[in-house]
């Protein structure tokens, strides 16, 4: 099997990426939202992994002054245990640095163990709790930050 191929998001992509977006979450984002933050949030930059002309997974990153927030990163179920997402968020993590960004931050549900492992493991740790962030189930949000710091 090829390696999936990782590019920037195009507003042609959204039908996919929403396949992508539905299967994730509980609450998907709808097409406005995503047509909006890549036609007119000058902060947002969105990412897609395609494997054989099939978008699989995306990440979306608002980048503001030397902070970069993950806005959403997601698998397609059927790709998940394949470090698709670690080659993703990674992907983003340099990107973020070259666009000059120092950290990096992300919301994850406090249930979502693998999410959080795949985090912590990429220099992410705990940084406070946003009381029922979800609104599907008032789940919490863990916030993780991480420090982006080259090599050396």
């Given at each position: 099997?090829?390696?999936?191929?990782?590019?920037?998001m195009t507003v042609d992509d959204l039908d996919q990426v929403l396949i992508v977006e539905k299967?994730?979450?509980?609450?998907?984002w709808s097409r406005t939202?995503?047509?909006?933050?890549?036609t007119s949030n000058q902060f947002a930059h969105y990412v897609v992994m395609e494997l054989e002309g099939v978008?699989?997974?995306?990440?979306?990153?608002w980048l503001v002054m030397d902070e970069a927030h993950i806005t959403n990163i997601a698998i397609l179920s059927q790709y998940?245990?394949?470090?698709?997402?670690?080659t993703l968020l990674l992907y983003v993590m340099e990107l973020a640095k070259m666009y000059g960004a120092l950290k990096m931050t992300l919301?994850?549900?406090?249930?979502?163990?693998?999410a959080k492992?795949?985090?912590?493991?990429?220099?992410?740790?705990?940084?406070?709790?946003?009381?029922?962030?979800?609104t599907d189930n008032l789940e919490?949000?863990?916030?993780?930050?991480?420090?982006?710091?080259?090599?050396?």
């Open positions: 099997m090829t390696e999936p191929g990782i590019r920037f299967d994730a979450f509980t609450v998907p939202a995503f047509y909006n933050e890549l978008i699989i997974g995306y990440c979306g990153v998940r245990g394949n470090n698709y997402g670690e919301e994850v549900r406090v249930s979502n163990v693998a492992g795949l985090y912590e493991k990429l220099g992410f740790m705990a940084g406070g709790i946003r009381k029922n962030y979800y919490d949000a863990l916030v993780m930050w991480a420090v982006l710091k080259d090599e050396g």
